[in-house]
């Protein structure tokens, strides 16, 4: 902001409507981060449907006779099955579905 000759109370207005500006961009931010959390939620529902009652970020199903586990927290997530096929089937769907920006990272250990 250019200083006028008044000092601070000439800029006052021009504050007002950047603070404005600023508030408007991180609500825009948060309500996105908040909608892709939950179509991520119900993405996983919708294929998932049994859900841990005292963990709400896990999510259990029966694959190839032995049990599949997602577990998600923030940024994190973690497919948990004994078949490596299974858990590359579903990072190839979390891909085609997120992954439009950019590939997921996958890490094996």
């Keep these: 902001m250019v200083e006028s000759s008044r ?5 006052r207005r021009s504050f ?3 603070k404005d500006f600023l508030t408007n961009i991180y609500l825009k931010s ?3 981060m908040l909608r892709a959390v939950l179509l991520f ?3 996983l529902l919708k294929h998932y449907r049994s859900v ?3 963990k709400k970020c896990k999510v259990n199903k029966i694959s190839y006779r032995n049990q599949c586990t997602i577990i998600w927290h923030i940024v994190d997530c973690k497919v948990l099955h004994v078949e490596k ?3 590359e089937e579903i990072i190839d ?4 579905k997120f992954g439009k920006e950019s ?3 996958t890490m094996l250990g």
């Design 7 to 11: 000092g601070w109370r000439g800029n």
């Design 16 to 18: 007002k409507e950047y």
């Design 30 to 32: 948060l309500y996105g």
């Design 41 to 43: 939620w119900k993405l």
């Design 52 to 54: 841990e009652p005292y």
């Design 85 to 87: 096929i299974v858990v």
């Design 93 to 96: 769907n979390f891909n085609k």
């Design 103 to 105: 590939a997921l990272a």
